[in-house]
């Protein structure tokens, strides 16, 4: 179910519009545009990226099953947009610490490095996606290949 045709243009237009609402919050020392518009556009753009490119369960029934699928995948992606939107505001020093490592950096290094995890987190969740949905896709083309009809909606039946 992809109601939009080319949903390319959704993450893009979203994405320039929120780019664009940082640089003129930014340059022009518009608050509201710069503190509000560009994040809730930013998480439109996460929300679009994860809902469009999402293909629902091939189990899902109905039609609230598969709004629920909908919904999950809108959950990871309002979690992911979060993490990578954590800003550390401080003055100290930060220490992050992973399995014996320890590294130490600025407040601003921190909050680039939380933002580049969370950026390559949502590379490697669209990735996983997308190799799902291909896989799926080349499953149901060897099954029609083989002989076999594919599979038709339940809520489609011929008379």
Sequence with gaps: MNLVKHAWFVYFG?????I????????YKVAWVANWLAPILFLLCFVSLSTLSHKPDASAPSRSSKLASYARTTAVAVVLFLFIM???????????RLMGMSWTMSAYAATRVFTLGGLALVALGIWVTQKQARRDDDAAIAKGA?????????????P
Excluded: Y
Excluded at 14 to 18: C, D, H, T, V
Excluded at 20 to 27: D, H, K, L, P, Q
Excluded at 86 to 96: G, M, N, Q, R, W
Excluded at 146 to 158: F, H, R
């Design 86 to 96: 954590i800003e550390i505001v401080s003055d100290a020093p930060v220490t992050l």
């Design 146 to 158: 083989s002989g076999q009809a594919p599979p038709t909606p339940a809520s489609s039946s011929s």
């Design 20 to 27: 664009a609402a940082v640089i003129v919050g930014e340059s």
């Design 14 to 18: 979203l994405g320039a519009l929120a």
